[in-house]
């Protein structure tokens, strides 16, 4: 009995040492693992893009797409532009259906007719009738790739002397604006809905005090082409400086927001800020004379303090005495900057431990003062296109290219109203450096022209604005838009054939 225990434990061991090599002999065969990486985003042409331009009427409209977006010829495929008024779709079909006499008539007459543009690389600009309200403008394959509008405005007397200019924003569910609050400026916020679908918005403001509202009792709904404008000073009376925040929670909106800071004081529009980030980069200073001044806003719940560099010509570094800026929770702050920045081409790099937004005042000289804006961006890693440029007796127009991380070089061209485009000029920015380049208008034309500015392959981040400056002798007129990313390519989710899509 004895043995046969041992045998069966002697059976049981051999088992287990053949078990186990066999496993060994498994496990050093194994396959590698392979990787379990998700697809990447496929880039692939815009074939459909909107925008809206907020308040056409007495202002020149442009529009433009770069050569860069023509993905096949436009004789032969289709698709195209449609510049037209803003309306919703019963009002879009009663038009259709009933004879234009009458009242009826000269309303057409003073919002534009509908304009049909069919060539990419070709700058198409018109004088706006007084009283235009919102104009889209949307456009399909070709068209579409890199589209851009914008929208100038010219007085040289009133309240809202001076130049005022702003892109065609596309429609998004998110925007922020930092600047001048009611107390100081009459500020109007214009808000568009292009889309299809109703847009559920709600607006927040941050004062130099705080958060002046939630987005509880003010929000609003907008029907499918519809749009509105919002005095400002009805919703928060008392800042002198603000940021608003307009978001949806329903749908898509196109807003802008407009500053008027009476007689002699200015008029512009603030351009769409980056949105909240631990770092900033401010593009687009000009090196005019006049005031400079900072707005930061901290939307969070916590203080913070705002690291300050300001990228020159010369090189990056802080500016002696205005090192730091800081920002209470939930509020905007002002610093100036004028002694630091004023007269010089500059980009401001702005870093803190929270996220923030921030937008800068420029002030032109003179009698009468006019006032432009920049904001926060990003880098125009596709390029970036700038519908409206002149150069005319009086006038000219800058671009100021900053690179503040490492050196950066780009392809500036130049497209006309008419005739060939001269070929494109390469400009080198040095790392942590600003370069502003004057622009001289196409042989050939009336001095009005777009701009197309793309980065060469390996090129460092690159950022800027352009500036109009205009030189009366009751004193300066001025307007700036910092670069926006072109609309030329869109990441999509890769696809590939799977029987999933038709099996129950």
Do not use: H
């Amino acid at each position: 009995m004895k043995s046969l225990i041992e045998n069966r434990f002697g059976l049981l061991a051999l088992v287990l040492v053949a078990l186990g090599a066999l496993y060994g002999v498994a496990y050093g065969t194994r396959p590698a693992a392979q990787a379990d990486t998700p697809p990447r985003p496929v880039r692939a042409p815009m074939e459909s893009v909107t925008a809206v331009c907020p308040a056409a009427g007495g202002s020149t409209l442009s529009v433009v797409t770069p050569p860069a977006g023509q993905t096949r010829d436009q004789g032969e495929g289709g698709g195209g532009a449609v510049v037209a008024p803003l309306q919703q779709p019963a009002d879009a079909a009663q038009d259709a259906t009933k004879p234009n006499t009458g009242k009826q008539a000269k309303a057409k007459k003073a919002a534009g007719e509908p304009v049909s543009l069919q060539r990419t690389g070709v700058l198409w600009q018109q004088a706006m009738t007084a009283g235009t309200g919102a104009v889209s403008v949307a456009a399909s394959g070709p068209m579409a790739a890199g589209l851009e509008g914008s929208q100038t405005a010219r007085l040289e007397s009133g309240s809202q002397r001076g130049l005022a200019s702003t892109r065609c924003v596309e429609p998004g569910a998110d925007a922020w604006f930092v600047g001048p609050g009611p107390a100081a400026a009459t500020m109007t916020l214009y808000v568009a809905n292009a889309d299809e679908a109703p847009a559920d918005i709600q607006i927040m403001i941050y004062s130099g005090e705080g958060l002046v509202l939630n987005d509880r009792g003010s929000g609003l709904v907008l029907k499918p082409g519809e749009n509105r404008t919002v005095n400002l000073r009805d919703l928060a009376p008392s800042p002198l400086v603000m940021a608003v925040q307009v978001s949806t929670s329903g749908g898509r909106v196109a807003a802008a927001v407009k500053a008027v800071l009476g007689k002699g004081k200015g008029v512009d529009w603030l351009p769409v800020a980056a949105p909240p980030a631990k770092q900033v980069v401010v593009p687009g200073i000009p090196g005019t004379a006049g005031l400079r001044e900072l707005y930061v806003t901290a939307p969070g719940g916590q203080d913070t303090v705002v690291q300050v560099k300001a990228v020159l010509k010369d090189g990056s570094y802080a500016l002696k005495n205005k090192e730091t800026v800081e920002v209470p929770a939930g509020s905007t702050t002002t610093f100036d900057l004028s002694t630091g920045i004023g007269g010089q081409p500059a980009a401001l790099l702005l870093t803190s431990d929270i996220p923030i937004v921030a937008g800068l005042k420029i002030t032109g000289t003179g009698m009468s003062q006019d006032v432009a804006f920049t904001a926060g961006a990003p880098s125009i890693d596709l390029g970036t296109v700038v519908a409206d440029n002149r150069v005319e007796r009086g006038v000219s127009s800058r671009l100021v290219l900053s690179a503040p991380f490492s050196g950066a070089t780009v392809k500036v061209q130049l497209l006309p109203k008419q005739g060939t485009p001269p070929d494109p000029v390469e400009v080198k920015v040095p790392a942590a450096r600003t370069k502003e380049i004057n622009l001289k208008a196409p042989p050939g034309g009336d001095g009005r022209f777009a701009v197309f500015v793309q980065p060469e392959p390996g090129s460092g981040p690159v950022y800027g604005g352009r500036a109009i400056v205009e030189d009366l002798r009751s004193g300066q007129m001025i307007t700036t838009q910092p670069f926006a990313p072109a609309t030329i390519w869109a990441l999509v989710p890769p696809t590939a054939d799977s029987p999933s899509v038709v099996l129950p």
